[in-house]
């Protein structure tokens, strides 16, 4: 009796002790990370930005048209006849390759194979799936796309590494109207 009249004054006495908040490891609020994340990837973008600029700017061959989405394209096969656009949810069928900014094949038309795409509804690349739209049959479009348009800030995972803008040769094969 007088050992757990002990054990309770003692679990009493420790119950009632004031308690210590733990303190951060990191020393830097999550605000400061954040802010310097954002920062750095601004300094990425802005490096991937004249990259691209210096690419267009080489290339006299062909005329660049810059996207309200914030990527490039030139016209391999245009035509000039009005014909309908790919809408949501319309399923296109395309023809593709991606190489790096030096034109470097990285995934060749027999590696990707014919890809059917149903607009807006599917993951695709996201530059990509905005381009389509402005795509008309049978036109063929090379895309810049930097990397936040690409595969983003983590490649890939088998060839495009992290951080990495492409360029893509698109022909436009089809367009079915599944509504």
Known sequence: MKNSLLFIAFVIIIGC???EPRRPINPKPSTTLFKEAIDES???N???DLKIAELIKKDSTNFYIQSSSGFWYTYIY???EVLPTPKKGDEVLISYTISDLNDSIIYNTKDLGLK???IDKEDFISGLQKGIKLMKTG???TFVLPFYNAFGIIGD???IGINKSIKSTVTLIKITNLK
Do not use: D, H, L
């Open 17 to 19: 002790s004031k308690i």
């Open 42 to 44: 601004k300094k990425i």
């Open 46 to 48: 802005k490096t991937e």
């Open 78 to 80: 245009k035509i000039e």
């Open 116 to 118: 059917k795409y149903k």
């Open 139 to 141: 036109e063929t479009i």
């Open 157 to 159: 995972g088998k060839k």
